[in-house]
């Protein structure tokens, strides 16, 4: 059975960083395309970030570009979103994503369930 599951949520003020984690299981992970989308309150669910299979390629939305960081660890089975300069527009549920071979990320074969980040200002 396939599994995605994100850690490092929580509650932060703004300015703050976290790190999200995503732990795969499953899955072949040196062929996966990983990503993270959000999805905030009242809105429709919206892509992150992803990196390539290999960790040579990285794109960002326009909206994270400069404050956050995709990366990851092969031998780990694991992804990494590192968020700085955190505001309240960053608020959302986020959800560790990834497909099989693809490039970009465009629609994800498989989800994580989510992990809660919110920033108070």
């Known amino acids: 059975q396939v599994q995605l599951v994100e850690s490092g949520g929580g509650l932060v003020q703004a300015g703050a960083s976290l790190r999200l984690s995503c732990a795969v299981s499953?899955?072949?992970?040196?062929?996966?395309?990983m990503g993270w989308f959000r999805q905030a309150p009242g809105k429709e669910r919206e892509y992150v970030a992803a990196?390539?299979?290999?960790?040579?390629?990285?794109i960002y939305s326009d909206s994270v570009k400069g404050r956050f960081t995709i990366s990851r660890v092969n031998a780990k089975n694991v992804v990494f979103l590192q968020m700085n300069s955190l505001n309240d527009d960053d608020t959302a549920i986020y959800y560790c994503?990834?497909?099989?071979?693809?490039?970009?990320?465009?629609?994800?074969?498989?989800w994580g369930q989510g992990t809660q980040v919110t920033v108070s200002s």
């Open positions: 990196i390539s299979w290999t960790g040579s390629r990285s």
């Open positions: 994503a990834a497909r099989l071979l693809a490039w970009p990320l465009d629609v994800p074969e498989y």
């Open positions: 499953g899955l072949t992970f040196g062929f996966l395309t």
